[in-house]
Nanobody
């Protein structure tokens, strides 16, 4: 049974940093690509970052240059390092795992499995 468990959320002042973790179990970690999403009430879910099975990464425009997605293939943990946080980064952050379709620039990542979410609050 696939399980994804996020941790690391919390409250921080603008300009600060947080590192989110997503512990994965129940499957071969590298067999799925993984993503971080975020959502606030009344807004559409936003793709924050993606890491593909070959290690390539992709970021949403609002976080590029500030956030870094990475994966520890030994510990089976996905990370999201968030620096220079802004109040508009406040959201519930979710990790997801799914099948990768394609490779390279045109690769897509499904999101079949989801974690429960972790709250990030950035105050000004």
């Amino acid at each position: 049974q696939v399980q994804l468990v996020e941790s690391g959320g919390g409250s921080v002042q603008a300009g600060g940093s947080l590192r989110l973790s997503c512990a994965a179990s129940g499957y071969e970690f590298r067999s799925y690509c993984m993503q971080w999403f975020r959502q606030t009430p009344g807004k559409e879910r936003e793709t924050v970052a993606t890491i593909f099975s070959d290690g390539n990464t992709r970021y949403g425009g609002l976080v590029k240059g500030r956030f870094t997605i990475s994966a520890d293939n030994v510990k089976n943990v996905l990370y999201l390092q968030m620096n220079s946080l802004k109040p508009e980064d406040s959201a519930t952050y979710y990790c997801a795992a799914g099948d990768q379709i394609g490779e390279g620039t045109w690769a897509l990542c499904g999101h079949r499995y989801w974690g429960q979410g972790t709250q990030v609050t950035v105050s000004s």
